[in-house]
T-cell receptor, first 114, second 119 residues
Framework: DQQVKQNSPSLSVQEGRISILNCDYT??????FLWYKKYPAEGPTFLISISSIKDKNEDGRFTVFLNKSAKHLSLHIVPSQPGDSAVYFCAASVPGAGSYQLTFGKGTKLSVIP | GAGVSQSPSNKVTEKGKDVELRCDPI?????LYWYRQRLGQGLEFLIYFQGNSAPDKSGLPSDRFSAERTGESVSTLTIQRTQQEDSAVYLC?????????????????FGEGSRLTVL
């Protein structure tokens, strides 16, 4: 039972345009959401996060939007650059337990075409 | 070192053998996690260590899997009697502090992973 779903395994975008990566979740207890980026042969690296008390968080070219009623979040990258080509993982955690035990989606491979 | 270090980077083993994977977290990071990523899948939580507290083993898939960590240092993940379905990239991550104890983005710092192939 996948609690975090990234339904698009891949996405291709032209350089300079907007990339929109989507993520849906089923567990209403999730209260913290993160995006990680992963290059081949490297570990995932943290990109941006959002708490459930917010609906938007922005960091430079990256913005994450959270729609709690729809249990949906999205990552917008604008403008997209070739160096953004990577696999993007959506992750979520529940309160309690004192840890950031994250539940990850399967990832979306973004290709930014020069 | 500056980042999370894992060894070996690649391990090929025969079915039924035991393997041990090692993780050196970032110095000062009290929390340590093991995840695995099987082909075409997302990252799957295995186990979490926080300081000297009892580890959260809820993600371990079977009793063939075990992990140890001494204090806030090195951790080893052991897989006994490996099976082909154990083939995956095993990722270790560490973080600075527990959730809820001050500002923390929830950022986990991952190592490059240990790719295990069971023939």
């Amino acid at each position: 039972d996948q609690q975090v779903k990234q339904n698009s395994p891949s996405l291709s975008v032209q350089e300079g345009r907007i990339s929109i990566l989507n993520c849906d979740y089923t567990n209403s207890m999730f209260d913290y959401f993160l995006w990680y980026k992963k290059y081949p042969a490297e570990g995932p690296t943290f990109l941006i996060s959002i708490s459930s008390i917010k609906d938007k968080n922005e960091d430079g070219r990256f913005t994450v939007f959270l729609n709690k009623s729809a249990k949906h979040l999205s990552l917008h990258i604008v403008p997209s650059q070739p160096g953004d080509s990577a696999v993007y993982f959506c992750a979520a955690s529940v309160p309690g337990a004192g840890s950031y035990q994250l539940t990850f989606g399967k990832g979306t491979k973004l290709s930014v075409i020069p | 070192g500056a980042g999370v270090s894992q060894s070996p980077s690649n391990k090929v083993t025969e079915k039924g053998k035991d393997v041990e994977l090692r993780c050196d977290p970032i110095s000062g990071h009290t929390a340590l996690y093991w995840y695995r990523q099987r082909l075409g899948q997302g990252l799957e939580f295995l186990i979490y260590f926080q300081g000297n507290s009892a580890p959260d083993k809820s993600g371990l898939p079977s009793d063939r899997f075990s992990a140890e960590r001494t204090g806030e240092s090195v951790s080893t993940l052991t897989i006994q009697r490996t099976q082909q379905e154990d083939s995956a990239v095993y990722l270790c991550a560490s973080s600075r502090r527990r959730r809820g104890t001050g500002t923390n983005t929830g950022e986990l710092f991952f190592g490059e992973g240990s790719r295990l192939t069971v023939l």
